[in-house]
């Protein structure tokens, strides 16, 4: 199951609501999320979404889960925009839809996170949703691979068996194209990085 991330925290109704969460009292955490996911916090939408998709509170409800998903994923969630990935992948809430998926994972692995990119790598691998492309394939399995913590070793062991995979159907012109997109990419993400953390500082 996918593990929800706590990220524009409104103080006291989302923290009471994520304590709530976290102590399984799902029906308390539904009813303190809702006002503010109708006022528009991303993060009240993504676990309502969450909530909606798993049967936390309420009857597990696909239709409702994708909503809210929507909601937050249209802020630049990056979770959100995974969920929803994922579930146009296996056709829950809405038709299947592998180009739709790959859009939306496309829009989380473009913030980093790593489970878009390593499944953007694999539907560029097996040409599912997109043309398929092994140097894009390599570049995105190269940068999940980059990323994953020691600690994450059969993750870490699955992404480096499908870069290997890529990698053997590929010349070494095409190896060292993956290899400077992945960089360059690495270099734009830190630029924009940078660029957010100082308008933070800037407000």
Known sequence: ML????????????EDALAAWRRGDYATAYRLWGPIADQGAPDAQFYLGFMNEYGQGVPRNSVEAIKWYRKAADQHHAVAQFSLGIMYA???GVPNSDSEAAQWYRLAADQGLAGAQFNLGIMYTEGKGVPQDHVLAHMWLDLVVSELPPSGKEQRNTTVDALHLVASKMSLAQLAEARQLAFEWMIERRHRVQQKNLAVILR
């Open 3 to 14: 593990a929800p991330i706590a990220g524009d925290a409104v103080a006291g109704p989302h």
């Open 90 to 92: 296996n056709g829950e």
